[in-house]
């Protein structure tokens, strides 16, 4: 089989798209190693085949200026000459019309749960097509029972359609005990004796403001914990900044900035609870990822939080503030819960693996093209 790849997602930093994409990837072209896999990107990929070794960047024409232009206007042409049997778009974005049958990935209906917590220009380029592009896909996947669900309810797609393909969190995030190893991040990133983490993009539906209160609340009980933060700067942040200077808190937040993915295992080992009290997500990858590294994690009782992380996470209501300083001060005084925390965590994330997300997700493939042979 010839599989076309939406590429984009890989380039540059990566987000949790771009690591699902990678992941994914790697996991099919070790499943499915006589398949073939055509990268297609607006800019070049840099030798990105070299950790994929099934992959190939497809000779096509860059524009590097706009990835939605590229995608309309160029790319619709470039798969017609390559042939794909299909292509898989991984970031709910693909050409309004295109010579092969789709699979389009959306990890989540935040653009209209949430739509006050995008920028104007994702209204712009998404929210108008996406029921559109959605629609004309042959199948679609998602990361979480409750993304289905909303995905159902917001587009009103057909419920057979869609596909739970979950996430999990890479081989590489385990528990780094070597003192060497940590105290160098330590010195690298200036980070203090005891903090709680935060990884992620910095931006309003992560529901950071609120944590800032609530660390504010901890630390006046005498719980001398500081905050770090772990990700890309987003947008609508300015708010949050100023919270922080308001309530005097400059020297106990500290922001690291982009993280990359071989210094995350060892971050979360030296965290004493990981706090991701998210409004919204389709899967959550970070708690998870801090469950494999042996980190306490407590998130939302809400979106798809709850049903990833289960009993292995400290669930609390991310719309109060009282309830997430209340969750930090239990986990922070309480030794033995963290250990049990640590525990149902190591035990969570093995039911998530990419190789099974692999061999779900070709499944898919498998039944889009012979659906397709069928209407020959």
Request: a neutral charge.
């Amino acid at each position: 089989m010839r599989i076309g790849f939406d590429g984009t997602p890989l380039l540059g930093q990566r987000s949790g798209v771009g690591y699902y994409t990678s992941n994914l990837l790697s996991a099919l072209a070790e499943m499915q190693p006589d398949w073939e896999y055509l990268l297609y990107s607006n800019r070049p990929l840099n030798g990105l085949e070299s950790s994929l070794p099934h992959a190939r960047q497809v000779e096509q024409r860059y524009f590097p200026q706009s990835r939605w232009l590229w995608m309309q206007a160029i790319l619709p042409g470039t798969i017609q000459s390559s042939q794909p049997h299909l292509c898989h778009f991984t970031n709910a974005l693909a050409p309004l019309w295109q010579p092969a049958p789709y699979v389009l990935t959306i990890h989540d209906a935040s653009l209209f749960v949430y739509g006050r917590y995008h920028p104007r220009a994702r209204h712009l380029t998404m929210r108008l097509t996406l029921p559109l592009i959605a629609r004309r896909a042959e199948a679609i996947i998602t990361v979480s029972d409750h993304s289905r669900s909303d995905l159902i309810r917001v587009l009103s797609l057909e419920a057979e359609k869609i596909h739970v393909v979950y996430e999990a969190a890479a081989d590489k995030f385990r528990p780094v005990d070597d003192e060497r190893a940590l105290d160098a991040l330590r010195r690298k990133y200036k980070l203090p004796t005891n903090f709680v983490l935060y990884v992620g993009t910095l931006e309003p539906r992560k529901n950071l403001l609120r944590l800032v209160r609530a660390l504010k609340q901890v630390r006046e009980e005498g719980l001398d914990y500081h905050l770090v933060l772990a990700g890309p700067m987003g947008w609508m942040m300015e708010t949050f900044e100023r919270e922080v200077q308001q309530t005097g808190l400059e020297n106990a937040v500290h922001y690291v900035g982009y993280v990359p993915s071989e210094d995350l295992p060892a971050l979360f080992s030296l965290a004493t609870v990981f706090a991701f009290p998210s409004l919204y997500e389709g899967f959550g990858l970070p708690p998870m990822e801090a469950m494999a590294c042996g980190t306490p994690v407590l998130t939302s009782n809400r979106s798809s939080l709850a049903e990833i992380c289960g009993d292995a996470a400290y669930l609390v209501d991310p719309q109060s503030e009282e309830a997430i300083a209340a969750g930090l001060s239990t986990l922070l005084r309480d030794e033995e819960l963290r250990r049990a925390l640590r525990a149902r965590g190591f035990e969570r994330v093995t039911h998530f693996s990419w190789q099974r997300a692999a061999r779900e997700t070709s499944a898919v493939y498998e039944r889009v093209v012979r659906n397709g042979e069928s209407k020959r």
